[in-house]
């Protein structure tokens, strides 16, 4: 399946390779920079570029391609997953997935390629497993191996690999058993001109952070299971009581983990947090363009909306900005002509606002559309669903965990077209 | 630095190991270091060095650093020798860093690569499996030709290994053998078909994967192996889904017909309707058409639909193409949502999951429309994302929501991105086409656009214009004209050309423009570029033919300008043309039918998607991805006209399980049922749902394979109640005198003979008329233990179903202790015994034994030691069920009971421990890999709650599993019993809820005696209700049959034939339970008559619905 793996960096250069059957030159990656040449930005590089002997697929994360180089029909998907999750993995183990990061842990890099694919199959690719045969590098492992001479190498086959319960390693203990879940929803919107909702959709997830000794089954019920209309699962999940009860039940991996993801059934109306009070102008004929934004909240059911982050793309015509914020900061990027302003919270008292001048390209005609802008925000202690967790139970183990349960609402792709 | 630390130890290392330390790779942006060849050449002396020293810490550094080199593809291969010694090293981390290199260059160091097989060898005999893996493993990576005789046996030996992981890896070594050297096809499709019997989920995904590299056209090895790689499907790692279901959906194309005959029917309206609908209620559309799915169709849908809840996109998009391949179509609109949500993922996902729906879209709009707005386009999104959701919207384009796209179109218009804007004009023409009510709408959107300052925008717009005109140019002067006027300002070749084209193609509506036109491209010809010149010179011809007084002059100008073009295709145009309309004498006859050959009527362009026919594509594959076809791509065939023989598929299912103690021999049964079983449980109530009428076909394999299983059973316990019989009369034989012993034996061989045949008689009496099963048991009850015996194993044999032949045999073993047990209380009669067992036959019933005989002869499941015969009141007459129905239900998943898995049915005997207890069977199984201690129940809740618990089971092994019976009283409610099951170790919270047929005890009694009691429970102990049944239900059979599967009652004789009378008692407080069915026509009218009203109305509503549904 996957025969090669090249990393290149966002300069062009292919600073790791990675052969699983016999070696495919790195020159089939000139295909590849041809069609990143082609392409106007990073990310318009085409996923799978066929070339006269291979097919190249590739995922671009952390300005870094992952190219795989593949010889015969396989699914693209799959090994656009896989890649994916190797990226995850090397992000799971060193905390960042950078150049420098790679570099530094060149040979636990490997390691960790070579265990997770076998003649370009995927082996092992659970995290937990791949821990157990590999442990990832801290600095106090690095001093006592040093001292002791022992490895980073687990020498037996990872508890997991053998088990029905692949995800979970046997013999976990922790002093104090504490289990925390996150309920993350997205709102995804297109708000157009006039301030009406285009389409908007929720979009949620259940991330995990469990840490209970032993073989803990756990059992999530929600207040109202019918807002989930299509879910996806950790593999953990039993799918059989979902189906009948909609509970979650589960034997949880240890450690972090995404437990669910969600989609609110569309028929349910999204409330918006934010509105958006623009006028963004260009007149014909002068050189100066008007610029005028204000946030305000609204439904957001007495929580602050915090952290916003607008951020648009000017036109090309832009030369630069006078604004004026009334509060936080902006930066304005003349030469990639992205506007970012830093609101953080909202005041409902005291709306933010940015007003000020936009510069034009003497003589440049006036550019025909107004710029879209993009917010970031969050809520906290709120799903915008109204997801709520019923309760959560503890079976097969004798102690008393801990438990918490954390809601947030943040903006996903949430754009206003002006 | 942890290295530098380990360095000042080691006083003597020479200064070049220190130098060569200090830029190791492990260091950050010591690329630059390695840049040079000289540098790279001396420290790689250095590497030697320290890889022969004999620090072990030394080496090890020395191997990172190696690894390092390798990374970034620098040339190490000269360390060969040294690095190969290192095969050895009892550090395992060196030794996989040696494995890494050694799998990188042995190709090209053969003879070298060739000293680490020995070690290899001794590490595939190691007794941790991890070792073993790896060591086939680097074997296997090793591509020297000379090793494959030594690594086909090691495959050999490693897929008959103990160790599912190893069996997992020797199905990855088959085909890196299979890639080395395709001669060994032969050989290594043995393996295969022996590892495709496999049944652990490790190893399930990769050899499939090994299948489908090697021999994907043996599709007759999947057959036997079908039905488990469809259940095992969940359980299957994730990538291994991905590959098993591809190769499945190319199996299924090749075994199944068609499900898509009469979809004819199934419009896109319909579709919608079906969207909300559940999965049974689909199911229930299929049955009343003609066309009747193969089950193992069924199971393959069925069981691939849990895994569109996968995380892994690859999987889910796998699933969404299985049932676009081979799901009816009203079904796969269930593929939609997930589809949808995918796009939520990462850039290079949304890329491919969009290209397959755009593919999808052409075909069925239905199936998407209601997610329209997931495809609007933001800004954020990437070009090809964008083009591709545009795409997407076209496709799903109709009048109702035109409009809104419309809309949504224009937004798109005024992007920055005009490769996008440039898409979305594209796009609007072929809504245009496509739609004629917004066609005009379209257009004069579009000439607005020609006024954009944009001049990729206006160019687009052009080209469409002109494709839209085409087909119906008689209205649009306007259009032409303002085209005409904006001409001046258009330079981008493509929207000239086409309006030079649109000049001359209908040059006479344009009479005095295009002449103008013509003039001006005289002065400009030779600066423009050459897809314009073309035009300009077909320009010039067309007038030249229509409007020659006006355009002769300019004409030859600039045919003589494209003369001496020079582009030798403009000149080769202008020749021919100049031949074709001027007149002259070589011209011949052509000239004059000039005009019918440049003016003729066009043809309109068809305005059709880019994804038009990449459906001859699988989806989901990188040749639908890149419209190509990529090496490797398995076509996906046709349905078959006829279906193939189903029975290929066909296993021999294991019989189920029965052991009374655990035992190891049988833990591939166990397994397999362990997992699995309830599934198939589903399936088979399934086939039989789905199958009405058709249940011949329908009855898949593990029906007909354990009905099989139960007449074998069958006779099975014929032999042994003979036997029995034998032994008893031995026994009292012995008990009594050793030297009758002999003519005992031949008397009792004798009465045997006698008694088989009048089994087989009674036998086939009661196939006739099984309702007075009851009573004629009750009457031959009194012929004694052996006759007792000997009838009820008869009774099991011919009247269970397929599945009772799981209680009905594990009986029959203990029945015979049993029956020695029970003859010791009776002491007085033991020395007699022998002649009393002689003379049976000739007594009259005695009707008082009969209850007594009723226990012996089902108290069959209980264990020795609870054997307590109370003295029950004998009241009432209890029979033994004259149906069986098992319904096994899920007590502990092996999950939540961390390998310990217990399933439990009733087996409608009555209880031994106590009468007013209801007997459970439970069939303990472990699953997990090791063995469980102590099993037994613990802590029950309510604490009053009176269990008769099973005995300890002391020790089960892995893979075995046990049946124990206990006793509950639920005190005639249908509230569960809690209790916990313990191990060793653990102890697992489980709960039994009977359903309320299960509290009863079926009785016998006269239709008289009926009519009597039922006399006596009127007013508020009577419940009825009217029942509308299905019309096959109505015969007497299937009555019967249904309010048994229902209720555990017993058959009352009735004098008519459209009234059915059932009589029970509650287990517990004994009260009776009458139940009567006035059938008419399809509607019945159901009467229950007891003083437990909470009973009588769960009842009724358990057999409306049974009744209601057969």
């Known amino acids: 399946m996957i025969h090669s793996l090249f990393l290149i960096n966002a300069s062009g250069d292919i600073f790791l390779e990675k052969h699983w059957k016999s070696v495919v030159s790195r020159s089939v990656c000139d295909y590849f920079f041809e069609a990143q040449e082609r392409a106007t930005e990073p990310e318009n590089v085409p996923p799978v570029i066929p070339t006269p002997h291979h097919y190249l697929i590739s995922v671009l994360r952390h300005r870094i391609y992952f190219v795989a180089v593949i010889q015969s029909e396989v699914p693209p998907l799959f090994v656009i997953e896989f890649l994916h999750r190797v990226v995850d993995t090397f992000q799971d183990y060193f905390g960042v997935c950078t150049e420098a990061a790679i570099k530094d842990n060149v040979v636990v890099v490997y390691e960790l390629l070579e265990e997770m694919l076998d003649n370009g199959f995927p082996l092992a690719t659970e995290s937990n497993i791949l821990k157990e045969l590999i442990k990832p590098p801290t600095i106090l492992r690095t001093m006592v191996n040093t001292i002791t001479g022992s490895t980073n190498v687990g020498e037996q086959l990872p508890t997991g690999q053998l088990s029905v319960v692949p995800w979970r390693r046997t013999g976990v203990k922790y002093t104090n058993n504490e289990a925390y879940f996150d309920v993350v929803e997205e709102i995804d919107a297109i708000i157009d001109k006039s301030g009406s909702t285009i389409t908007a959709e929720i979009q949620g997830v259940i991330d995990a952070c469990v840490k209970l000794t032993g073989m803990p089954d756990l059992t999530l019920s929600f207040m109202n299971p019918r807002l989930l209309d299509d879910v996806s699962f950790h593999p953990c999940v039993r799918f059989k009581r979902w189906e009948a009860e909609r509970i979650l039940s589960f034997i949880p991996p240890d450690g972090n983990f995404r437990l669910l993801s969600y989609h609110v059934s569309s028929q349910n109306l999204v409330a918006i947090p934010v509105y958006v009070k623009h006028n963004i102008t260009f007149r014909e004929g002068s050189s100066q363009g008007r610029f005028d934004l204000t946030l305000g909240p609204k439904q957001t059911m007495g929580k602050a909306v915090e952290s916003v982050l607008v951020s648009s793309q000017l036109p090309r015509g832009v030369l630069n900005t006078n604004l004026n914020p009334s509060q936080g900061t902006y930066t304005f990027d003349p030469v990639t002509k992205l506007l970012t302003w830093d609101v953080g919270k909202i005041n409902p008292q005291k709306l933010p606002s940015l007003k000020g001048t936009m510069s034009l390209q003497a003589g440049a005609s006036k550019p025909d559309e107004n710029p879209t802008i993009n917010i970031q925000f969050k809520i906290q202690q709120m799903a915008i669903s109204g997801l709520k967790v019923n ?4 079976y097969g183990e004798k102690y008393k965990p801990f438990k918490g349960i954390k809601y947030m609402t943040k903006a996903g792709k949430f754009q206003v077209r002006t | 630095m942890s290295t530098s630390a380990l360095y000042n130890d080691q006083g003597g290392a020479e200064p070049a190991v220190e130098a060569a330390q200090e830029s190791a790779p492990t260091s950050a942006g010591s690329a630059a270091a390695f840049g040079l060849f000289s540098a790279d050449f001396k420290k790689n002396e250095d590497l030697k060095e320290m890889l022969e020293s004999s620090k072990e810490s030394l080496k090890l550094d020395a191997m990172k650093r190696v690894v390092g080199l390798i990374a970034r593809g620098k040339n190490a291969s000269e360390l060969f020798p040294a690095v190969v010694k290192n095969v050895a090293s009892k550090n395992i981390e060196l030794k996989k860093l040696v494995y890494v290199y050694l799998v990188r260059y042995a190709e090209e160091q053969q003879d070298l690569a060739l000293l680490s097989i020995s070690t290899f060898q001794r590490a595939l005999k190691d007794p941790n499996q991890f070792i073993r893996a790896s060591a086939l493993r680097v074997l296997s990576s090793i591509r020297v030709p000379i090793i494959v005789p030594i690594m086909m ?13 190893v069996r997992k890896t020797s199905a990855h070594a088959i085909q890196k053998l299979y890639s080395l050297d395709p001669e060994q096809k032969e050989q290594l499709i043995e393996v295969i078909e022996k590892l495709l019997k496999d049944k652990s989920t490790l190893v399930a995904g990769s050899v499939v994967m090994a299948f489908e590299e090697v021999c994907p056209d043996r599709i007759d090895l999947i057959h036997k192996n079908y039905r488990k790689l469809c259940n095992l499907l969940v359980d299957v790692e994730e990538w291994g889904q991905v590959v098993i279901i591809s190769m499945l959906t190319r199996y299924a194309r090749t075994q199944f017909v068609s499900p898509w005959q009469q979809d004819a029917v199934f419009d896109e309206n319909n579709e919608k309707t079906f969207y909300e609908s ?17 089950p193992d169709h069924r199971l393959l849908l069925r069981n691939t639909k849990p895994l569109l809840q996968s995380r892994n996109t690859a999987v889910v998009m796998s699933v969404a193409q299985l049932y676009w391949h081979l799901a009816p179509k009203h079904e796969i609109s269930v593929v939609t949502k997930s589809l949808v949500r995918l796009l939520r993922s990462h850039r290079e996902v949304q890329f491919v999951v969009l290209q397959n729906i755009a593919t999808m879209s052409i075909q069925r709009k239905g199936m998407f429309e209601p997610f329209m707005k997931s495809f609007y386009v933001r800004s954020t999104d990437a070009t090809h994302i ?12 109709n009048e109702a929501n035109i409009s809104t796209i419309l809309r949504e179109f224009q937004t798109y218009v005024k992007s920055q991105d005009k490769a996008f804007a440039a898409a979305t004009i594209q796009a609007i023409g072929r809504c245009a086409t496509n739609i004629t009510e917004v066609t005009d709408t379209c257009l004069n959107g579009l000439v607005l656009l020609l006024s954009n300052r944009d001049e990729t925008v206006v160019a687009e717009s052009v080209v469409v214009i002109k494709k839209l005109l085409q087909t119906q140019p008689s209205q649009h002067c ?18 000239r050309a086409s309006i030079l084209w649109l000049m001359g193609e209908y040059c006479e509506r344009v009479p005095k423009i295009a002449p103008d036109v013509l003039r001006k491209m005289a002065k400009t010809f030779t600066a423009e570029e050459d897809i314009v010149k073309l035009q300009t010179v077909n320009l010039a011809a067309k007038l030249y033919l229509t409007n020659s007084k006006q355009t002769k002059l300019l004409t030859q100008y600039i045919l003589n300008l494209g003369k001496y073009d020079q582009n030798y295709d403009i000149r080769d145009r202008t020749r021919f043309i100049r031949q074709l309309i001027v007149p002259s004498e070589k011209s011949g006859a052509l000239n004059k039918y000039a005009r019918r050959i440049l003016l003729a009527p066009k043809p309109a362009p068809v305005l059709e998607s880019s994804f038009k026919d990449r459906d001859r594509y699988q989806l989901g594959t990188l040749s639908h991805s890149l419209n190509i076809k990529a090496t490797g791509y398995q076509e996906l065939c046709d349905w078959p006209a006829v279906a193939p023989d189903p029975s290929v598929r066909n296993v021999e299912v294991p019989q189920p399980v029965k052991e009374w103690a655990p035992s190891v021999g049988k833990t591939k049964q166990a397994k397999s049922d362990k997992f699995y079983s ?10 039989s749902d789905s199958g009405t009428g058709n249940s011949s076909s329908s009855s898949s394999s593990s029906s007909s394979s354990s009905s099989s299983s139960s007449e074998e059973s069958g006779s099975e316990s014929e032999e042994e109640s003979s036997e029995e019989s034998e032994k008893t009369s031995s026994d009292s034989g012995k008990s009594s005198s050793g030297s009758e012993e002999s003519s005992t034996e031949s008397e009792s061989d004798q ?28 009457d031959e009850n009194g012929n004694g233990p052996v006759k007792r015996a000997s009838s009820s194993s008869a009774e099991s044999s011919s009247e269970t179903d397929s599945e009772d032949s799981l209680d009905s045999d594990p009986p029959k073993v203990q029945q015979n202790k049993n029956i020695q047990v029970k003859s010791k209380p009776k002491v007085e009669k033991k020395p007699k015994n022998e002649v009393s067992l002689l003379d049976l036959d000739d007594f009259s019933p005695a009707p008082t034994s009969a209850p007594n005989s009723a226990y012996v002869s089902s ?44 399933k439990y049915h009733f087996p409608r005997q009555p209880c031994l421990y106590q009468p007013s207890m209801v007997a459970v069977q439970v069939t303990l199984t472990n699953s997990s890999d090791h063995s469980l201690e102590e099993i037994h129940i613990g802590g029950r809740n309510p604490a009053s709650l009176n269990i008769h618990c099973f005995n300890t089971v002391e020790r089960l092994e892995s893979e075995a599993s046990v049946t124990v019976s206990m006793g509950i009283d639920f005190s005639d409610s249908t509230q569960a019993a809690n209790f916990q099951l313990c191990t060793k170790e653990d102890q697992f919270n489980v709960s039994i809820q009977p359903a309320v047929g299960e509290l009863l005890m079926p009785c016998t009694m006269t239709e008289q005696d009926f009519c009597k009691e039922q006399g006596k429970l009127l007013g508020m102990n009577e419940t009825s209700a009217t029942i509308t049944m299905a019309t096959a239900s109505t015969s007497v059979q299937t009555v019967r049959k249904q309010v048994l599967s229902v209720a555990n009652v017993g058959v009352v004789s009735s004098s008519q034939s459209t009234f059915h009378r059932f009589a029970g008692r509650t287990v517990s407080s004994g009260s009776l339970v009458l139940l009567s069915l006035e059938v008419k026509d399809s509607a019945a009218v159901l009467t229950i008559n007891t003083e437990k009203s909470v009973v009588a109305s769960m009842l009724l509503r358990d057999l409306k619905q049974a009744l209601a549904q057969a």
């Open chain 2, 859 to 902: 108290s069959l499941l209980s264990d020795l030691e609870g054997l307590s015969l109370s003295n029950v009141s004998t009241s009432f007459q209890v029979t033994t069920p004259t149906f069986g129905p098992v319904k096994t239900y899920e007590l502990l998943h092996h999950m939540t009971g961390k390998g310990l898995s217990a």
């Open chain 2, 153 to 165: 046996l090691a495959i050999k030996e490693a897929a008959a290994d103990l160790s599912p992981y």
């Open chain 2, 478 to 495: 306007d259009i032409i004209k303002h085209m005409a006027k904006i001409f001046d300002n258009i330079t981008v070749p493509m929207a």
């Open chain 2, 751 to 778: 009465k045997k003979k006698k008694k088989k045949k009048k089994n087989i008689k009674k036998t086939l009496q009661k196939r006739n008329k099984q309702p007075t099963v009851a009573d004629s048991d009750s």
């Open chain 2, 678 to 687: 309830d599934d198939e449980d589903e399936k088979e109530e399934e086939g």
């Open chain 2, 278 to 294: 559940d999965s049974e209620e689909r199911k229930d559309q299929m049955e009343s058409k003609p066309y009747i799915m193969d």
């Open chain 2, 386 to 397: 964008k083009t591709l959701k545009l795409e997407i919207l076209t496709n799903l384009a």
């Open chain 1, 391 to 394: 309760r959560l139970d503890m």
